[in-house]
């Protein structure tokens, strides 16, 4: 039976619309022919997580498929990064607790966990490029990017002194980028300075400018056991209501001699990296971070979303926001996707 409202298709008369958009997407090779925004392999950076000991990885429970690599480990996967065609990794050291003090003075031991893993991937892997995070937290007993005064306030101009020696250390054991994430004013200028006095010139910095106070970092912080004994934040971390705001830092880092800028999280700030992206010339970089992955895996794991089409279509949404660059712990995954 006909309803009504069937059109009847043998007397249809065509409507004579001069603009038809579905022209360009009927079938794949027309849909590709005016893709707008491409993910590709060399926009991946990989975070991985290097513990002390050997022959173990452990699974961080709120991150699925990521793991603490023991240095012997971590060299294999880093290998098969390579083989996959992803050029960048970004390293995090989890120490543990009798490492920590006050003033964090282990991140700049010239044979710390960091410092040798540099070197290690350096020999193994040359030509991967090895991006180090420079803050405070995982050397820290209190779990801050800074340090912590005795009224619980965070000192800026003492904790970029300890940024500046890290980051020299970091060049010096062979990092190709030193990437300051912890958000104190003049780091960037400080650190710049730094490099260059001990003859790291060719040194890059990529900067966490908009960095956010965040709760999607629990779970890396769960990876590092680096969660803030104390408080919060947001004295340094930038208030998620702000985008302007960010703006500033991107202007203030940009001047102090970043090579390249970063958004973080990406997700739920995926205007903030159009509005970064286009008031830069520079490379932007935006970190699908830590509870970005443990939301989709969740999910995924439950059925509830297809996890292959998600990430794919989450890290193209960044690309097409305007980042260059996305630091993700799906890269293996998406690498894989990428390839077939
Ligand atoms: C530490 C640092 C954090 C992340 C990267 N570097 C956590 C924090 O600021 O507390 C988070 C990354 C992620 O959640 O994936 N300076």
Known sequence: MTSSLTPDLKTHQSRSLPRRPRRLRRNPALRKMVQEAHLS??????PLFVTEGENTRVEVPSMPGSYRYTLDLLLAEVKEASKLG?????????????KKDATATES????????RTIRAIKETVPEMIVITDVALDPFSDQGHDGIVS?????LNDETVEVLVKMAVSQAAAG?????PSDMMDGRIGAIREGLDHAGYTNTGILAYSAKYASAYYGPFRDALDSAPKFGDKKTYQMDAANAREALTEIELDIQEGADMVMVKPALAYLDVIHLVRQNTNLPVAAYNVSGEYAMIKAAAEKGWIDEEKIVMETLTSMKRAGADLILSYFAKQVAQLLAE
């Open 41 to 46: 392999v060399e926009d991946l950076i990989y």
């Open 86 to 98: 992803i050029c960048s990794i970004a390293l995090f050291p989890a120490l543990p607790e009798d």
């Open 108 to 115: 700049y031991n010239p044979n710390g966990l960091v410092q």
């Open 150 to 154: 005795e009224t619980g306030e965070i």
């Open 175 to 179: 990092a190709d980028i030193v990437a």
